[in-house]
């Protein structure tokens, strides 16, 4: 179930569209281990049609499911486009597909929640990361083991003489 439009019922007035769009139709691979969704995009919008295109109007809301990249604690981050605007262009070398007097508005929502997507989830801005003392996750390199200088590799190539 697509979030599409048909240009027919547009001809003599604006629509108005409300719903859920599931997150399997938007077809978002994330490839980030630290974001996933975890509701559909609740929306809410006007559309209606202009010379040459669509004017679309509204709302998007959408709940991810992230992870701190500093301390790894997971953490729930709101993505809200309110007001969101777009232009449909319905000609052109830039017009949407037309199928049976339908468009469909699904890649424009998902071009603008991928733009609106954290790059770096962090649960608060002032994280400080992991904790120094947390047992099992060595906060410095002096803590994880033998140095560069103490290793047998580097022994040997010290020996060397240019």
Known sequence: MSLAVNLRHLAAHSLRLQGELPAAELDIETRDEMIAFADPVVYELEVEQLEG???VQGELHLRLQCQCVRCLKPFVHRVELNPWTCHVPLR???AAPVVNDRVDLTP???EDILLAFPQHPLCEPECRGLPIGEPGHPRN????GPTEASSPAWAELNKLKF
């Open 53 to 55: 295109g669509l004017l």
């Open 92 to 94: 052109d070398e830039d």
């Open 108 to 110: 424009f929502v998902r």
């Open 141 to 144: 390199s002096a803590a994880a």
